[in-house]
């Protein structure tokens, strides 16, 4: 079986993140990792942005790349902070250009508290958000259990 080695990238206004949210979810298949289904899968890489505007975004994925990342996942924390992060759709575009790596939006399932929130504030109205919000949009039962 092939062995897949993604990197996790968080906001960095969630620093002091210990990312167990993102290794339960990957170690169960939920949120945006139920693409790695019966997939060997190592998170091999766990870093911050560097803060607005990213600074860590130019460094980290070369980094990476080097010990053998082929993707990329942007924490659920970019989505679900408020605001979520402006900037990264920027990122993505610029990891995929820029390395040839592909970038997912998401990690863990979006908690059921976040989800409510920005349901009541219409943040995820757009055809954008929607998009970035599917891999880690879950069915009510599971976001409960990542509040």
Known sequence: MEKIKIGII?????????????????DKRKGAF?????????????????GCPGGNIEYAPEEMKKNGVTYIHFATGFIVGYPPCPYM???????????NMKVIFGTHPIPEKYYKTHLK?????????KK????????K???LCYD
């Open 89 to 99: 759709e920027h990122f993505e575009k610029f990891i995929t250009e820029k390395y």
């Open 10 to 26: 968080i906001c960095d206004r969630y620093s002091s993140c210990a990312g167990g949210k993102c290794f339960r979810s990957l």
């Open 34 to 50: 139920s693409m790695y289904k019966n997939k060997d899968v190592k998170i091999a890489a766990f870093t911050t942005c560097g």
């Open 121 to 129: 504030l219409n943040t995820w109205k757009n055809q954008d958000f």
């Open 141 to 143: 039962k599971t976001r």
């Open 132 to 139: 970035i919000i599917k891999p880690t949009l879950s069915d």
